[in-house]
């Protein structure tokens, strides 16, 4: 993989272990590829924190690449149904590459959590301490995401 790639992969790590929520940890260290400032990429993630509000949905890191693909190759014009469907397409084949190596995209199912768990209304967000980032995997899946999408454009680039 390119340098430039691998310094944004760990540039999307380095964010997470600042305190940065997991999709914004993955948008802000691609965001300038786009023409997004890095406060700008941290306020359109996020509220995908802790599976979209903390209500352990679709993972952070996972919807890190959504929002990625989107900035990439989304449509611009409402009824052009090949530009959606060719979006759509890249995002089934990263998010099938992230349940493979991750065994699922839902926040809960990553964490471990058990029925009541899983679905929550507490939206107070966990405080960052040592025990926190030991016990969650969160931080190798943003570094996950990241990779899928760094090696996307990788592809992309060679073609």
Request: proline residues 1%; positive net charge; charged residues 25%.
């Amino acid at each position: 993989m390119r340098q430039d790639l691998e310094q944004r992969v760990q540039r999307a790590v380095d964010n997470f272990m600042q305190g940065y929520g997991c999709c914004q940890s993955v948008v802000a260290a691609f965001a300038d590829l786009y023409g997004l400032d890095d406060t700008m990429a941290k306020k359109i993630g996020a509220g995908f924190g802790g599976g979209v509000g903390r209500m352990r949905m679709m993972c952070g890191a996972v919807s890190g690449i959504v929002v990625l693909v989107g900035l990439d190759c989304g449509q611009t014009e409402g009824a052009d149904r090949e530009g959606k469907s060719a979006c759509y397409k890249v995002v089934q084949e990263l998010l099938a590459k992230s349940k493979q190596q991750n065994g699922s995209i839902i926040c809960a199912e990553i964490l471990g959590l058990k029925g009541h768990e899983k679905a929550t209304s507490n939206y107070i967000a966990s405080e960052r301490t040592a025990e926190y980032y030991k016990t969650r995997p969160c931080a190798a899946k943003v570094e996950s995401a990241a990779r899928i999408f760094a090696e996307y454009l990788e592809q992309k680039n060679r073609k």
